[in-house]
Nanobody, 124 residues
Framework: QVQLVESGGGLVQTGGSLRLSCVAS????????FGWFRQAPGKEREAVAA????????YYSNSVKGRFTISRDNAENMVYLQMDSLKPEDTAVYYC?????????????????WGSGTQVTVSS
């Protein structure tokens, strides 16, 4: 199992940047892929970005492609989401999550482990 804790959320103006961090408590960090999801008030949770165990072939939703970058640091058990050119529609609670090891990290129903979330608010 893995425990996930996010940090780095906050209030930022349109066009600004934030970097979200997620620390994963596990001895088998390299066995896990990871994803970032978000949920805005009144909306369903959506996948924003995901990264494989090897760190290649990242996934981005169309709404964030070209603005957000997901990365991982296997030495530090950390996953990051660099968010640039932020827009008011990016306002949401952002969650770090991990799928069951060795399952397809692009299949959202595989995500079994979740952090408690961090709030991101983008003012216009």
């Amino acid at each position: 199992q893995v425990q996930l804790v996010e940090s780095g959320g906050g209030l930022v103006q349109t066009g600004g940047s934030l970097r979200l961090s997620c620390v994963a408590s596990t001895r088998a960090f390299s066995s896990y892929a990871f994803g970032w999801f978000r949920q805005a008030p009144g909306k369903e949770r959506e996948a924003v970005a995901a990264i494989s165990r090897s760190g290649d072939r990242p996934y981005y939703s169309n709404s964030v492609k070209g603005r957000f970058t997901i990365s991982r640091d296997n030495a530090e058990n950390m996953v990051y989401l660099q968010m640039d050119s932020l827009k008011p529609e990016d306002t949401a609670v952002y969650y770090c999550a991990a799928p069951v090891p060795y399952t397809d990290y692009r299949v959202w129903s595989n995500y079994e482990y979740w952090g408690s979330g961090t709030q991101v608010t983008v003012s216009s």
